[in-house]
């Protein structure tokens, strides 16, 4: 069974970087041909794609947060990463990494549990 776990620190400060892990584990991230996403939920609001990166290492991001949001990896450990530079308190959500297919936005069938993250002074 698939398995993915967030982690990261739950508190930024604004304009300071947020940096986000997704542990996966009962498959390998650069098994053919599976995306690997991160999603966020703000309050109040729905679920808003950010972007992924493939079995291959390429990387699709939406095209409102491409410039600030890069998704990198380490095959090595078998994780993911998000790193989203000059943080604002809108980037406050729960912050979700999933597994996908090639469609874009894709739709996932793995899920980590979502891990909060606050962005306040």
């Known amino acids: 069974q698939v398995q993915l776990q967030e982690s990261g620190p739950g508190l930024v400060k604004p304009s300071q970087t947020l940096s986000l892990t997704c542990t996966v584990s009962g498959g390998s991230i650069t098994t053919n041909y599976y995306y690997w996403s991160w999603i966020r939920q703000p309050p109040g609001k729905g679920l808003e794609w950010i972007g992924y990166?493939?079995?291959?290492?390429?990387?699709y991001y939406s095209p409102s947060l491409k410039s600030r949001t890069p998704i990198s990896r380490d095959t090595s450990k078998n994780q993911f990463t998000l790193q989203l530079s000059s943080v604002t308190p809108e980037n406050t959500a729960v912050y979700y990494c999933?597994?996908?297919?090639?469609?874009?936005?894709?739709?996932?069938?793995?899920w980590g549990q979502g891990t909060q993250v606050t962005v306040s002074s």
């Open positions: 999933g597994r996908g297919g090639s469609w874009v936005p894709p739709p996932h069938d793995y």
């Open positions: 990166i493939a079995y291959s290492g390429s990387t």
